[in-house]
Nanobody, 120 residues
Framework: SQVQSETGGGSVESGGSLRLSCITSGYTHCLGWFRQGPGQEREGVAGIDVNGEKVYADDVQGRFIISIDNAKDTLYLEMSSLKPEDTAMYSC?????????????????WGQGTQVTVSS
């Protein structure tokens, strides 16, 4: 499994939308998006397993959508209704370890991250 650098971050106003992308290959269990806000620990945002089952953190449920285009080996995170508290460095990850797809322990490979800033 490998991941390449994320793209699609930027600055938006509250209520806006962004789509993050990263190229992945060869994952065997989960692909996911994580974020780390200023002074905060990294947290799982959304994950998808090899069967296509998706999981989301409670505070993004209904606003964010994770998807994968297997033909392009590309993982996406569609983010809408963005809030200032969504401001963070977002990273994609690929993992082969057992566990819930929002757990860091599942993941073996990480992207460099892309900054998302939401202004009020």
């Amino acid at each position: 499994s490998q991941v390449q650098s994320e793209t699609g971050g930027g600055s938006v106003e509250s209520g806006g939308s962004l789509r993050l992308s990263c190229i992945t290959s060869g994952y065997t269990h989960c692909l996911g998006w994580f974020r780390q806000g200023p002074g905060q620990e990294r947290e799982g945002v959304a994950g998808i397993d090899v069967n296509g089952e998706k999981v989301y953190a409670d505070d993004v449920q209904g606003r964010f959508i994770i998807s994968i285009d297997n033909a392009k080996d590309t993982l996406y995170l569609e983010m809408s209704s963005l809030k200032p508290e969504d401001t963070a460095m977002y990273s994609c990850a690929a993992g082969a370890n057992d566990g819930y797809c929002l757990w860091e322990s599942v993941y073996n490979y990480w992207g460099q991250g892309t900054q998302v800033t939401v202004s009020s």
